[in-house]
């Protein structure tokens, strides 16, 4: 009977955990971002932990449980973030995990609590579910080793290796070998690299005189008839804008429309994905900028 218990309770958890994955990819609104996979998570593992308590305490001991529960819904995390080496790449989302441990001792603690100190539970659970999948995440992606946490990402570097620059036949990393380069990689969807483009041109305004510094382009083409976009001809761009055609590279979706920071060393120590906005939030943009110069300095300072 026990192990039949058992195996119920990894099955499940196993099939849960891989069920919430695709949320993941969902953030509800901006600033602060809400993180939609892992407040599911949070609310699921919670409520899965206090039923299979009540259900099966009688049969398995209670701590066995929460272990076993605890090692379905960490063990592909563990096997993602440390065998698959994907730790530096993942650190950013680390309170997922955090969280994923923190819903499953308060649903032990739930079952050993009266009625008031369970209602009460409840909703404490419910409130750090949406704190960290908030806040925490804001706070913890403002910490300075994640954000110094330097990671390859294979594709857009050997994008800009297989990329020929428009002033040489040099591939973009060796034509800017030794600089750190500010990166914005789009499509052909006008408008998303029209802002893009347009904060980019600001970003090479800031860095104007940094000789260890360089803005540019990189706009990957599935049609090459396509080269007539309004967004591309815009006037007073003095930043190189780089064309890639779909044949030349096996290019993935997820790097589309994303500023970069790529390093010396050809890592990236920035990522951000571009938000589509009516009106440009100036505060915003001057947040982005002072980080992007408080990271850029802190690169030189490593280079020296």
């Not at 500023?259 to 890592?267: G, L, S």
Request: charged share 20%; hydrophobic share 45%.
């Amino acid at each position: 009977m026990k192990n039949k218990v058992y195996l119920i309770i990894l099955v499940v958890s196993l099939l849960l955990t891989f069920a919430v994955g695709p949320f993941r990819m969902f953030c509800l609104f901006e600033n602060p971002p809400l993180y939609l996979g892992t407040l599911i998570r949070g609310i699921v593992f919670w409520m899965l932990t206090v039923y299979f308590l009540g259900r099966y305490s009688g049969v398995v001991e209670p701590y066995k449980i929460v272990l076993l529960v605890l090692l379905a819904d960490l063990v592909p995390d563990i096997i993602v973030r440390v065998f698959m080496g994907h730790f530096m790449i993942a650190l950013p989302s680390f309170p997922d995990t955090i969280l994923q441990i923190i819903v499953v001792l308060l649903g032990w603690w739930y079952t050993r609590l009266n009625k008031l100190g369970k209602v009460a539970l409840a909703l404490v659970n419910l409130l750090v579910c949406i704190g960290v999948s908030s806040y925490g995440f804001v706070r913890w992606n403002e910490l300075g080793f994640v954000k110094d946490s330097g990671f390859k990402k294979l594709e857009i570097v050997e994008l800009l290796d297989q990329a020929e620059s428009t002033l040489s036949q040099d591939s973009v990393i060796s034509q800017f070998q030794d600089k750190n380069l500010i990166v914005y990689v789009g499509g052909e969807d006008d408008e998303r690299n029209k802002i893009g483009l347009t904060f980019l041109q600001k970003v090479q305004k800031e860095f104007e005189g940094n000789n260890g510094t360089t803005a540019l382009a990189l706009i990957y083409l599935n049609n090459p008839e396509n080269r007539t976009s309004d967004a591309l001809l815009s006037e007073n761009i003095n930043y190189p804008i780089v064309r890639m055609e779909q044949d030349e590279s096996q290019l993935k979706n997820s790097v589309l429309y994303h500023w970069y920071v790529v390093d010396r060393n050809k890592e990236i120590r920035w990522r951000k994905k571009i938000h589509l906005q009516e009106n440009g939030d100036i505060q915003k943009e001057r947040k982005e900028l002072q980080f992007l110069r408080e990271l850029i300095a802190g690169l030189n300072e490593n280079a020296e």
